[in-house]
């Protein structure tokens, strides 16, 4: 079955450099989350999109930006990267009316470094 | 606001035995999901049950278990004869669906070493 599929899967930037995270979901999926995971912490919500508009908003730096495009792929955009923004970042994706029945996805996630 | 705690940040036990991970949660709606998460080394997370908060029954699923209480407000997993491949960190989730999206809150995790 397709999975959540998330690229690049490594990335090194620079401080001050920009990066941008791929994410595409299942398909059908209507609903895009990202989760942001610092070394040894939990995951922590950043945003999501249902239907092509955000949704919801976690603790996201004003330096993030994201958006879910008409093919339902969205974009993880990061500006003037911060040696703490290195983190391994998730997408999630699933059906609005099947997220708590198992319908929630992972993908394999991006490690970003900052240097 | 929901909240889940993992009291146990790391445990380590020999291979074969059997070991319990916590947890305990929060929240003030009645209709809630939760979650147990393993995440490996290679950094993934890989789902493993969920239950809804109308479901108290118990489950087993080989060497996996699990004990849900909502009077204790607890969802523990139990590995039996613990394997070197179980080695991992562990996590427990909650979602509370909202019209806003549904995010995962996740507990602080508990590092679970298998030692041969």
């Known amino acids: 079955a397709a999975g959540v599929i998330q690229s690049p899967r490594h990335l090194i930037k620079e401080k001050r450099e920009t990066a941008t995270l791929k994410c595409y979901p299942i398909?059908?999926?209507?609903?895009v989350y990202w989760y942001q995971q610092g070394p040894g912490q939990d995951p922590q919500f950043l945003i999501s999109?249902?239907?092509?508009?955000?949704?919801d908003k976690g603790s996201i730096p004003d330096r993030f930006s994201a958006q879910q495009f008409s093919d339902y792929h969205s974009e993880l955009n990061m500006s003037s990267l911060e040696l703490g923004d290195s983190a391994l970042y998730f997408c999630?994706?699933?059906?609005?009316?099947?997220?708590?029945?198992?319908?929630?996805?992972f993908g394999s996630g991006t490690r970003l470094t900052v240097v | 606001a929901q909240k889940v705690t993992q009291a146990q940040t790391e445990i380590s036990v020999v291979e074969k035995e059997d070991v319990t991970l916590d947890c305990v949660y929060e929240t003030r709606d009645t209709t809630y999901y939760l979650f147990w998460y393993k995440q490996p080394p290679s950094g993934e997370l890989v789902f493993l049950i969920r239950r809804n908060s109308f479901d108290e029954q118990n489950e087993i699923s080989g060497r996996y278990s699990w004990n849900f209480q909502k009077s204790t407000s607890s969802f523990n997993f139990t590995i039996t004869a613990s394997q070197v491949v179980d080695s991992a960190v562990y996590f427990c989730?909650?979602?509370?669906?909202?019209?806003?999206?549904?995010?995962?809150?996740f507990g602080e995790g508990t590092q679970l070493t298998v030692n041969p």
């Open positions: 398909p059908r999926h209507d609903t």
């Open positions: 999109f249902y239907e092509k508009m955000q949704s």
């Open positions: 989730a909650l979602i509370v669906l909202r019209t806003s999206g549904s995010r995962l809150t």
């Open positions: 999630a994706s699933s059906k609005k009316e099947t997220v708590g029945g198992g319908g929630y996805t």
